[in-house]
């Protein structure tokens, strides 16, 4: 009897088969309604910023500006800003007429004060109100959080330190300052934090929680292979991305352990970090991690090759070319996806060229549930605080628009969280 004959037909996802999304990321602010005020100083100026990222993550925002602010910003950019009017003080008949004091009150549902200066904490911690914004404040029920930016003797003086404690006992909350240098030659902590971390502090204290109770794994940064005790074989990755995947994926209510390569960043707060420096030593702390966790994203920029022996001391010039053995390093995130019992498993694909074409190649190839494809060089993708991201999954794709690597984040797990919830048969493994 002849036999049949059983031909695989190979898995591929042709264009026409994939379900193309494009979208800005996720709005996790959406539709919250955010009165912003302003206070006076030099640092007044980055509240426009900060007006049109918390648009960016979908609130809607209205500004009131303290009689000092409109000394260093002027209304119109916020107007231009927030889509709305701006309302700089009590006795303006127009104004009023339009939308009273005491319903701009009511209409906020979270009022945020950034910069927020010694004079209005001192203000707003005795109960004054002398001015729109404080009146605002004790008309308002919505919860308060105020990022300071003052002088750094200002901050530490006393007198701040006590307001700012009946506030905090008040639970309002502070949000930084943040430690550096100021306007004025000197450095130290005041600073108004950046308004991406503010966006950041407000999603996590408001946003939806779309993890909670999820165990999320997450690698960052480069690994550094030792050729001697001086140097290393690395790349250009800064950790940044996948330090924005951990800070999101906190804010979103899970529990995230992050393995790190080398790098110069700060841990995000509620983030248990594990710092590894070789690929192998990474992949020993994320083996470690993977049977407890429930989506492990790989976002390191993993060496595929390691010098194959680490010379013991310095290597001293022959005046002849040198070869370097290196030997391949495992596959880590593939290691990870061939497990039986294996999480939900995400890799990032960074390109140089054909960036689409790679990336759902390295999907298959290495059998991820989704894949992060974006271009590197050129000024984009590694060492760029903004990014854009295709994400690649069986079946379907998603565009990200150029944004800070924080929302995309968000907009990352967003997908994720939509891919999870499918029907398990629709998953390839
Ligand atoms: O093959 P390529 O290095 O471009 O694949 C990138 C993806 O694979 C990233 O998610 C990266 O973290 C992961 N990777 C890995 N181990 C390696 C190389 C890459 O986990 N040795």
Redesign the pocket.
């Known amino acids: 009897m002849r036999q049949t004959e059983i031909r695989r037909i190979p898995v591929s996802y042709p264009p026409f088969a994939v379900s193309e999304i494009s979208r800005m990321p996720l709005r996790p602010l959406a539709n919250l309604r955010i009165l912003l005020g302003v206070c006076g100083g030099i640092a007044a100026y980055k509240a426009a910023e900060l007006t049109r990222r918390l648009r960016d993550a979908g609130a809607d925002v209205k500004v009131v500006l303290t009689a000092n602010a409109a000394r260093f910003v002027t209304p119109l950019t916020f107007q231009a800003l927030s889509g709305h009017p701006v309302r700089a003080g009590l006795w303006d008949e127009a104004a009023e007429a339009a939308m009273g004091h005491i319903e701009l009150a009511r209409w906020a549902q979270r009022i945020l004060i950034a910069p927020a200066s010694a004079n209005t904490i001192a203000r707003l911690a005795h109960g004054v109100a002398d001015d729109l914004l404080t009146t605002l404040c004790l008309a308002s029920d919505a919860p308060l959080a105020i990022a300071p930016a003052m002088n750094l003797r200002m901050w530490a003086h006393p007198a701040t330190q006590a307001n700012v404690q009946t506030l905090r006992g008040r639970g309002v909350v502070i949000l930084g300052p943040g430690d550096g240098p100021m306007a004025e030659p000197e450095s130290g902590p005041g600073r108004l934090l950046e308004p991406h971390q503010i966006v950041a502090e407000l999603v996590a204290l408001h946003g939806p929680k779309l993890l909670s109770s999820l165990r999320v794994l997450v ?1 960052a940064g480069p690994t550094c292979e030792d050729i001697d005790p001086v140097r290393f074989i690395g790349n250009r990755s800064s950790g940044r991305m996948g330090f924005a995947i951990a800070q999101a994926a906190v804010a979103q209510g899970a529990e995230v352990h992050l393995v790190a390569g080398p790098v110069h960043l700060a841990t995000p707060a509620g983030v248990e970090r594990i710092d590894v420096r070789s ?1 192998r030593e ?2 020993a702390a994320v083996m470690q991690q993977i049977p407890q966790c429930d989506i492990f994203i ?7 090759y390691r010098p194959a022996e680490i010379a013991a001391h310095k290597l001293k010039k022959s005046g002849k070319a040198l070869i370097l053995e290196l030997s391949e ?8 996806a061939a497990l039986k019992k294996r999480p939900f498993v ?6 140089t060229e054909s960036v689409e074409s790679h990336a759902r190649a ?1 999907l298959e190839r ?1 059998k ?1 549930d989704l ?1 992060a494809a974006n271009r590197v060089g050129g000024g984009a993708g590694f060492d760029a605080a903004d990014n854009e991201l295709t994400l690649l999954w069986p079946g379907g794709k998603e565009h990200l628009h150029r944004a800070d690597k924080l929302t995309l984040a968000h907009g990352l797990l967003e997908r994720i969280v939509a891919l999870r919830a499918k029907p398990a048969k629709v998953r390839r493994r």
């Open positions: 690698s690929a990474m992949r790989s976002a390191a920029a993993v060496g595929d390093n495992p596959d880590i995130v593939a290691e990870v995400a890799g990032f694909a960074a390109e390295k290495k991820l894949i």
